[in-house]
């Protein structure tokens, strides 16, 4: 059974750095792809950054210059460095990693980010 773990969330200030953990288990082989997204209240979940097992990445606009997204295949786990957070970048943080046809979900991690 896949299962992914994230952590890291928690309360900071505007201006500051969090980072947030996805450990994965429960499988053989690397994913094909690992996301972060987010979902603030009221709206829909939104992609914050990607990455492929090849290492390419794609980030949202929103946080392009202030977030990075890493990852340990060894480890089976991921990262999202989030640097100069905002008020608006509050919200549950979701890791989503794909193997084949077949997504898997983390159960979420609060960040909320006070001006």
């Known amino acids: 059974q896949v299962r992914l773990v994230e952590s890291g969330g928690g309360l900071v200030q505007a201006g500051g750095s969090l980072r947030l953990s996805c450990a994965g288990s429960?499988?053989?082989?690397?994913?094909?792809?690992m996301g972060w997204y987010r979902q603030a209240p009221g709206k829909q979940r939104e992609l914050v950054a990607d990455?492929?097992?090849?290492?390419?990445?794609i980030y949202a606009d929103s946080v392009k210059g202030r977030f990075t997204i890493s990852g340990d295949s060894a480890k089976r786990t991921l990262y999202l460095q989030m640097n100069a957070l905002k008020p608006e970048d509050t919200a549950v943080y979701y890791c989503?990693?794909?193997?084949?046809?077949?997504?898997?979900w983390g159960q979420g991690t609060q960040v909320t980010v006070s001006s």
């Open positions: 989503k990693a794909r193997l084949g046809t077949k997504d898997y």
């Open positions: 429960g499988i053989m082989f690397s994913f094909d792809t």
């Open positions: 990455i492929t097992r090849g290492g390419t990445t």
